[in-house]
């Protein structure tokens, strides 16, 4: 069974413009979360969406916004780049949103913004 | 807020030296805590999950612990060989299946 996949793998962008990335979870699972990795620090959450809905969501300004599909897939996206905007964008999946279950990630998006 | 610190921030062994990797967490109200491996570049590899009711689990070379009272858990890592060179990521989660991470121990095994 194919892992979390996300595209594109690179992207570059300058400030001010808008970005969407992509996410396709793991066949059934049916909740999908976003985070971002700045160089050197550990991944911080944007995002959790779960048959549809938003679940969660991290402190990051109104400039990122995301959505789910009925297929189950997710698009993040971030409007008005700012250069502290680059960084790698991780999408992982999971079967439901309880508490104790395992999260799949994908192998990310890097972003860089100039 | 949940604030999660690993400690050391690198490492470097030789092969086949056993190593203990260190996370402490400030809110002991947690559901479980995970290790993951990250490569240079790619996402992460869930290598453990410790229930908040659990006090240790175990996979192969791994063995992970938890002390949910003082906020801490340790990922040791026996007979450590070059393949393991990666950076190691603790994170807790406190809501669903939202993670708070640590910014990770970045290991080198050297041959």
């Known amino acids: 069974d194919a892992g979390v996949t996300q595209s594109p793998t690179h992207l570059i962008k300058t400030r001010g413009q808008h970005v969407t990335l992509r996410c396709s979870p793991i066949?059934?699972?049916?909740?999908v979360s976003w985070y971002q990795q700045v160089l050197g620090q550990g991944p911080q959450f944007i995002f959790q969406y779960y048959e549809k809905e938003e679940r969660g969501r991290g402190n990051f300004p109104d400039r990122f916004s995301a959505r789910q599909f009925p297929n189950y897939s997710s698009e993040l996206n971030v409007n008005a780049l700012l250069l502290g905007d680059s960084a790698l964008y991780l999408c992982?999946?999971?079967?439901?949103?309880?508490?104790?279950?395992?999260?799949?990630f994908g192998s990310g998006t890097q972003l860089s913004v100039l | 807020k949940q604030e999660v610190t690993q400690i050391p921030a690198a490492l470097s062994v030789p092969e086949g030296e056993n190593l203990v990797l260190n996370c402490s967490f400030t809110?002991?109200?947690?559901?479980?805590l995970q290790w993951f491996r990250q490569d240079p570049g790619k996402g992460l590899t869930s290598l453990l999950l410790i229930q908040s009711s659990q006090r240790e689990q175990t996979s192969g070379r791994l063995n992970a612990s938890l002390d949910k009272s003082s906020g801490r858990s340790t990922l040791y890592i026996a007979a450590s060989q070059p393949g393991d060179s990666a950076t190691y990521l603790c994170?807790?989660?406190?809501?669903?299946?939202?993670?708070?991470f640590g910014e990770g121990t970045q290991l080198t095994v050297n041959p």
């Open positions: 066949s059934g699972h049916k909740s």
């Open positions: 992982a999946s999971s079967r439901l949103v309880i508490t104790n279950e395992k999260l799949f």
């Open positions: 809110d002991s109200a947690i559901y479980n």
């Open positions: 994170a807790v989660s406190t809501s669903g299946s939202r993670l708070t």
